[in-house]
């Protein structure tokens, strides 16, 4: 009998423990937003991003405002680290549970995730908020979404990158290179002695040397890919030469030592310029005794400027559970976005809407710089290929390596074209 | 005549059913997917292709082949990290566990400290020696070293086997402390009475008498030296917006199948295939000799 009454038992505990896990994998599969939904008898809209620096605070006001409008479904504002959201992404929409209701993904994943079938067009959103449409945004950065006639995102801002200037420092080594608004190639060249024999940096290498790279090549009329953009184009002269050109100014001292922080060179008042994104700006307000502006990328000719961006977009991943009484709240918070846009720009980003445009505060801030004309406005261009990932990877793992010296740019460039080549050509049919 | 019918007892399978359902879900199911994913080509999101061997040739034979040039590069980073690591990660904690054995003053304090850092995330201890070794403001920069650890060679692997010991000997120094404390102390006292000095003791008694944790830990720390990935990744990528500087095969297999772009899990796939037999190999070449030894 106890024989037996010991069985039963541990037949018991293996059941429980069973089932434990069996609960434990399906929370895990559906991601941590299923535990939130259910927490609140299904009566939000999960939003992820990946606003997690101190423009997730701006993000984070935006969404208690409209929470506090009292709609329908409360948007449950879920931040993670864009690795991760991205990995998660695939998991999520193969298993058809745990998607998101909305999501933030950066400019360059629309086109592939439009081709991979894993976005819903936006149509019944620009149906249900009239305004949410290409005149109340920045054309170039809305038709980023255009893909075979159908919307697939609406952006949230521009993502500008630039070139970042120490007023104090410009002030001593180039008082006049500011005039025109762009610094040019031949001119960094002229500053790189003087700065280098007081020890400061005039250009450090940034994690947006890609960007400078790209711009420098687009104003000779290079692009990533040929005109049917999708075959890869990098080991073209314009390429070469724009990677050059920024090898040459390390080559002459004007840069930074490989692993040296950009953003921290030019926050210590080590460098005079600095290549970066507008959403560094909360950072850059923090930094004491720091006298700075922002304006265009390094240009060959002051003739041509190109300012190659990274915008934040809103999409809706394919989502059975995604209801008409969602979709209805999801256009009101992105028309509430583009009315209230002005607090993203607090982050420092330029709001894709321009209904902050008039707003003296935005004005006053560095980023309205890259809106203030139409040629600014025009300057602005954006990675949004079906493959841009592929070649970005490619470019990221060796162009450090060819901008100091350790590999030619001819060789870097030819690598970075075959790995691209072979990866493209790993994507079914 | 009646034959009894003979009672089957299952209550052993009920004992190990909660491991045997872990292992089957996490360790066993993703094995034979993985492996079948290793013959399509897949993008993580549509039908998986069946392409029949083609990954395994692209990876292998096709020299012209970025995938092929990313696995040997791998795999001679990955071997080279063994080669390193393994050693240290011996000989380190073997000589910390001897010398706590004679259990100097405040050798408890000794162990909490030489222990604690096993404790910490990859991340974490990452973080920490990045620190140390800034060219600019570490502690090696104010010892005078200003060099960019992490990043040239060949200080950068120097880096690497500094923190990967710092990080990993704790475990190993517990094991072997627990095996020092059971060595009989009478073969010691014989061995000083035959004149026997601390090295002659060390290689005679001490490690014989060990043996066996010395080849459980060695089969354990190749097994994992085979799968780094945190330690190059966090130690040798200063820049976001560079690869890093020393690229081992899990840290391919991983920007392969996760990366910016469009995955291509089928080849990410097969090199973790060939990986994983490779050490497999490896650990029953291991296991065989332990079975010698036995």
Not at chain 2, 72 to 86: E, M, S
Request: glycine share 8%.
């Amino acid at each position: 009998m106890k024989k037996r009454m010991g069985k039963i038992v541990s037949s018991l505990l293996t059941c429980t423990m069973a089932l434990g896990l069996m609960a434990c994998g399906s929370s895990d599969k559906s991601g941590d937003t299923s535990a939130s939904t259910s927490s609140s008898g299904g009566k939000k809209i999960e939003f992820w991003n990946f606003f997690t620096g101190p423009d997730g605070n701006n993000m984070k006001k935006l969404i208690d405002d409209f929470n506090k409008t009292n709609p329908k479904y409360k948007i449950n504002n879920i931040t993670m680290a864009a690795g991760d959201m991205y990995q998660k992404i695939p998991t999520v929409v193969n298993s058809g549970k745990g998607v998101p209701d909305l999501c933030i993904v950066d400019v360059a994943r629309v086109p592939m995730f439009q081709s991979q079938g894993i976005l819903e067009p936006m149509d019944e959103i620009l149906t249900r908020e009239p305004e949410i449409k290409r005149e109340n945004y920045r054309e170039a950065v809305w038709n980023t979404g255009a893909i075979d006639g159908k919307q697939y995102s609406v952006p949230l801002d521009m993502g500008v990158t630039g070139l970042l200037y120490n007023k104090k420092l410009v002030e001593k080594y180039a008082p006049n290179v500011l005039d025109d608004n762009v610094v040019t190639v031949d001119e960094i060249m002229d500053i790189i002695p003087k700065a280098k024999a007081d020890d400061i940096v005039t250009l450090p290498v940034s994690f947006f040397t890609y960007e400078m790279a790209l711009s420098l090549a687009t104003q000779k009329g290079g692009s990533l890919f040929n005109e049917d953009g999708i075959t890869p184009n990098l080991n073209s002269a314009e390429l070469k030469e724009a990677y050059q050109t920024l090898r040459d100014i390390q080559e002459a001292g004007g840069g930074s030592e490989d692993g040296d922080d950009n953003l921290q060179l030019f926050i210590n008042n080590m460098s005079i310029f600095c290549h970066t994104g507008v959403w560094d700006y909360n950072s850059l307000m923090q930094a004491e005794d720091l006298d700075w502006g922002m304006t265009n990328t390094i240009a060959y000719s002051p003739d041509k400027i190109v300012n190659v961006s990274n915008s934040n977009q809103f999409v809706l991943l394919k989502s059975e559970a995604r209801t008409e009484e969602k979709e209805i709240v999801i256009a009101d918070f992105l028309d509430f976005i583009r009315e209230n846009t002005m607090e993203w720009a607090r982050s420092g980003q330029v709001p894709a809407s321009n209904s902050a445009d008039g707003e003296q505060e935005f004005q006053h801030m560095p980023g309205y710089f890259f809106v203030s004309s139409p040629e600014e406005q025009n300057s602005i261009a954006f990675r949004s290929f079906k493959y841009g990932g592929i070649v970005d990877d490619a470019i990221f793992a060796s162009q450090n390596d060819a901008i100091y010296g350790s590999m030619s740019v001819d060789d870097f460039l030819n690598q970075a074209q075959q790995q691209s080549e072979d990866n493209i050509a790993q994507q079914g049919e | 005549m009646k034959r009894k019918k003979k009672k089957v007892n299952l209550t052993h399978l009920v004992f190990i059913a909660p491991h045997m359902i872990i292992f089957i879900v996490f360790i066993v199911i993703p094995i034979f997917f993985g492996i079948y994913v290793s013959f399509t080509k897949w993008d993580l999101i549509g039908t998986p292709q069946w392409v029949g061997l083609d990954n395994y040739k692209e990876i292998l034979f096709n020299t012209k082949s970025t995938f092929n040039r990313q696995f040997f590069d791998g795999l001679k980073n990955t071997v080279l990290f063994v080669i390193f690591n393994v050693p240290l990660c011996i000989v380190v904690p073997l000589a910390f566990a001897l010398v706590l054995h004679i259990r100097p003053l405040g050798s408890k304090i000794y162990q909490l400290v030489l222990y604690l850092p096993t404790l910490f995330s990859i991340t974490s201890v990452g973080l920490i020696w990045i620190q140390l070794l800034n060219r600019r403001f570490g502690l090696a920069s104010v010892m005078g070293a200003k060099v960019q650890w992490a990043i040239t060679m060949p200080y950068a692997w120097i880096a690497l086997m500094i923190m990967t010991v710092w990080w990993t000997m704790g475990s190993n120094m517990v094991i072997y402390q627990a095996a020092l404390g059971s060595v009989p102390k009478e073969e010691y006292e014989a061995a000083e009475m035959d004149g026997a000095g601390w090295f002659t003791k060390l290689v005679k008694i001490t490690i014989p008498s060990i043996r066996f944790q010395l080849l459980y830990t060695l089969v354990i720390t190749i097994a994992g030296s085979f799968n780094v990935y945190g330690q190059p990744t966090i130690m040798t990528r200063v820049d976001l917006g560079a690869g890093p500087k020393i690229n081992v095969l899990v840290q391919y297999i991983r920007s392969i199948a996760f990366g910016s772009g469009q995955s291509a899990a089928g080849i990410a796939s097969a090199m973790a295939v060939i990986l994983g037999l490779f050490i497999t190999i490896v650990s029953i070449i291991q296991f065989k000799m332990i079975r010698s030894e036995d």
